[in-house]
């Protein structure tokens, strides 16, 4: 994948020039140049976007490789629907900044609020349990807050509370945080939204919280080889 991403790159260089520039000495150094289509400057070298070295999936036994495969279908159906209400917000509150009279500003809200609210309850009578609990964490990773706050500061603390009481129900909490350092579910979604991201399954958008999946890998993994270790002995 990651051949294939730089090679993505390669190809989308218009052009190679070589120039010639003289040193004092009088000797002659070649330089290679790339004209990237649409820049008009001659530059000696492109930047590229990070891209995160994912690891070849490894599963024990069958039974994890089934799991990880069910949980991947959930979070690409679910991820959209979190990223739209990320930027639902993202939205709200700059266009709030703008909204200078009071009034106004509460009109703009109520307006914003019927429509995620509508989008989302025609959607989530679609979703199954599992899925909903996915959903409810992304929310928590693309925005920051959890799905209980935005509808308490969006409505009120009381429909909050309703709306919590009724997910319990169903065994989903919308108080439910994005934890890739303490669940290890929560980490494999995260993986699965990585290599999504990079095969361009799932448009990326930023976390709002603060986490290195590096080095989550490298913890995780050490904590399956000392798991592996216990059960050999």
Same mark, same amino acid.
């Given at each position: 994948?990651?051949?294939?991403?730089?090679?993505?790159?390669?190809?989308?260089?218009?052009?190679?020039?070589?120039?010639?520039?003289?040193?004092?000495?009088?000797?002659?150094?070649?330089?290679?140049?790339?004209?990237?289509?649409?820049?008009?400057?001659?530059?000696?070298?492109?930047?590229?976007?990070?891209?995160?070295?994912?690891?070849?999936?490894?599963?024990?036994?069958?039974?994890?490789?089934?799991?990880?495969?069910?949980?991947?279908?959930?979070?690409?159906?679910?991820?959209?629907?979190?990223?739209?209400?990320?930027?639902?917000?993202? @939205?709200?509150?700059?266009?709030?900044?703008?909204?200078?009279?009071?009034?106004?500003?509460?009109?703009?809200?109520?307006?914003?609020?019927?429509?995620?609210?509508?989008?989302?309850?025609?959607?989530?009578?679609?979703?199954?349990?599992? @899925?909903?609990?996915?959903?409810?964490?992304?929310?928590?990773?693309?925005?920051?807050?959890?799905?209980?706050?935005?509808?308490?500061?969006?409505?009120?603390?009381?429909?909050?509370?309703?709306?919590?009481?009724?997910?319990?129900?169903?065994?989903?909490?919308?108080?439910?945080?994005?934890?890739?350092?303490?669940?290890? @579910?929560?980490?494999?979604?995260?993986?699965?939204?990585?290599?999504?991201?990079?095969?361009?399954?799932?448009?990326?958008?930023?976390?709002?919280?603060?986490?290195?999946?590096?080095?989550?890998?490298?913890?995780?993994?050490?904590?399956?080889?000392?798991?592996?270790?216990?059960?050999?002995?």
């Amino acid at each position: 994948m990651l051949k294939k991403k730089l090679l993505y790159l390669i190809i989308l260089v218009s052009g190679t020039v070589f120039a010639q520039e003289r040193i004092p000495e009088g000797d002659t150094i070649h330089k290679e140049y790339m004209i990237i289509e649409g820049d008009s400057i001659p530059r000696e070298f492109i930047d590229l976007e990070e891209v995160l070295l994912l690891e070849k999936l490894r599963f024990d036994n069958e039974t994890e490789r089934r799991r990880y495969l069910i949980l991947r279908h959930k979070t690409h159906k679910v991820y959209p629907y979190a990223k739209l209400a990320s930027e639902r917000l993202v @939205e709200l509150n700059s266009r709030l900044d703008l909204i200078k009279g009071r009034r106004d500003q509460k009109r703009y809200t109520k307006i914003v609020q019927n429509y995620i609210e509508e989008q989302f309850s025609a959607e989530l009578k679609k979703l199954t349990r599992t @899925e909903g609990q996915i959903l409810v964490k992304l929310i928590h990773r693309q925005t920051g807050n959890t799905a209980f706050d935005l509808i308490k500061d969006l409505k009120s603390g009381w429909r909050a509370f309703w709306y919590n009481t009724t997910a319990s129900m169903f065994d989903i909490s919308l108080k439910k945080e994005f934890d890739p350092e303490t669940d290890q @579910e929560d980490y494999l979604i995260e993986d699965i939204l990585q290599r999504a991201f990079q095969a361009n399954k799932l448009e990326k958008q930023p976390t709002a919280l603060d986490f290195d999946f590096l080095e989550l890998t490298d913890k995780w993994k050490t904590t399956r080889k000392s798991g592996s270790n216990s059960k050999a002995g």
